[in-house]
């Protein structure tokens, strides 16, 4: 499992002062980028450098309890399938007495830059994603 906090600011609220749902894809976004950094393959380096991108093909949330501005919340990323060409990643938004407020789906998918087709996962994020699974 890979693991950060953040915490709930102003912009990501909504006029009832609660956690903008789209928002929670952005922390579970944020939280993901981190994780690439993490491993050797964060976004610059893949955008810039590498010969393939990692697309996210699926996307999906579950809400169980709102967040409100100033709250503190614990980010976990946990790896589930890893396929030849893709993987899945649950992310778990827990408030600061460890109540799950919301999971975030997602399916990755890795392709040529030059082709836009489906490719075999990079070794490096392989490894990096077994390494949290």
Do not use: W
């Amino acid at each position: 499992m890979f693991e950060t906090k953040t915490n709930v600011k102003l912009q990501d609220t909504d006029a009832a002062g609660v956690m903008f749902f789209v928002n929670y894809f952005r922390i579970a976004h944020t939280a993901y980028e981190a994780f690439l950094k993490s491993i050797g393959c964060g976004l610059d380096y893949i955008i810039r450098q590498s010969d393939y991108l990692i697309l996210i093909a699926r996307a999906e949330a579950d809400y169980m309890r709102a967040f409100q501005l100033g709250d503190v919340i614990t980010v976990e990323l946990k790896v589930g399938r890893i396929g030849e060409t893709s993987f899945d990643i649950t992310t778990v938004l827990r408030d600061d007495q460890g109540r799950v407020g919301a999971t975030v789906k997602t399916v990755h998918v890795t392709v040529s830059k030059q082709t836009a087709e489906k490719i075999a996962l990079p070794d490096q994020v392989r490894r990096g994603l077994q390494s949290i699974s």
